[in-house]
């Protein structure tokens, strides 16, 4: 193990973090916004939050080195009574899953990935899709200053391989020059990486 791998900190840590902030977004949903149209195209509320279940259940198996399943359409969890309370219960697995020892070691997924790059990709998917589900309802979020910071290296590498699979859109231009009252903020530039506008309502 290299010294900076040593001194890293763990994605069960970041993942608890980011878990944190999500869950009450989540439990904070209200069944009237469901059908409200989100910053994902593809999605509605209702339908990104069924995406974010398949994310946590599915990279819970690949933290083991388990096979992961993404054919298909998303399974319907919101169609669940208690899809509210599942939701932390599921993103509790996922953490204690990537803090079992060797999670992070080797490599895991369809890809053969590294298993901390994997980590990081749905440590991603919890930090940028709570924004895109905040911003649907109106509500405010900004995730941990130590959770951008982890992702911002891992995002601008993978960020040319994922627009090619569609993964991401065409990176969002933000003002540098001073044309803006204000700089960018770390996050805003993590998501305009993504092809999200941070700015637009």
């Not at 970041?14 to 195209?41: F, K, N, Q, S, W």
């Not at 319907?76 to 993103?91: N, S, Y």
């Not at 990081?120 to 924004?131: G, K, S």
């Not at 391989?161 to 001073?178: I, N, S, W």
Request: with cysteine; hydrophobic share 45%.
């Amino acid at each position: 193990m290299t010294y900076e791998a040593a001194t890293r900190t763990p994605v069960a840590d970041l993942l608890g973090i980011a878990a944190a902030h999500a869950v009450p977004m989540v439990r904070g949903t209200a069944d009237e916004v469901l059908d409200a149209p989100t910053p994902c195209a593809e999605y509605d509320v209702r339908g990104l939050l069924d995406h974010l279940f398949r994310v946590v259940e599915n990279f819970t198996l690949l933290a083991a080195k388990q096979p992961s399943d993404f054919a298909g359409p998303d399974p319907q969890r919101l169609a669940e009574p208690d899809w509210r309370a599942r939701f932390g219960t599921e993103t509790g697995k996922l953490v204690a899953a990537w803090a079992a020892p060797g999670a992070e070691e080797g490599t895991t997924g369809a890809m053969d990935l590294p298993a901390r790059t994997v980590g990081t990709m749905v440590l991603l998917d919890l930090t940028v899709h709570i924004w895109d589900l905040a911003r649907a309802t109106g509500r405010p979020f900004e995730p941990d200053t130590r959770v951008v910071a982890e992702l911002a290296g891992e995002v601008a590498r993978m960020a040319p391989t994922a627009r090619k699979m569609g993964v991401f859109g065409p990176e969002v231009r933000l003002p540098e020059d001073g044309s803006s009252p204000t700089a960018p903020t770390p996050f805003e530039r993590l998501l305009a990486l993504t092809g999200r506008d941070p700015r637009v309502s």
